[in-house]
């Protein structure tokens, strides 16, 4: 059991927020949007932060927070929000988008 605040330490803030968001889309299906929301808006802003700390700009945070914002304003267009995130992503991660 002590290997497991070792673990945590390693790990990066996004990658606990992906967790934490989806144990408690499984616990309260009804927050969806929020949880969502909630964690586009955390990536987007660590991104944000981490530009600011000297590391490269990456586009994929200002998409995140659109995204966030967006599932917010309009909780009804969830799918359509998170599925055009994923695709922009997806072609920025495989370099046939460029920023």
Do not use: C, E, K
């Amino acid at each position: 059991m002590d290997q497991l605040p070792a673990l945590l330490h390693h790990w990066p803030l996004p990658a606990i927020a992906a967790v934490l968001t989806g144990v408690l889309i499984l616990a309260v299906p009804r927050v969806l949007n929020y949880a969502v929301a909630a964690y586009l808006l955390l990536v987007g802003i660590h991104g944000l932060l981490m530009a600011f700390a000297g590391q490269p700009f990456a586009p994929q945070a200002v998409i995140a927070l659109v995204a966030g914002v967006l599932i917010l304003i309009r909780p009804n267009l969830l799918s359509y929000v998170v599925g055009i995130y994923l695709i922009l992503i997806g072609l920025l991660g495989a370099g046939l988008l460029r920023p």
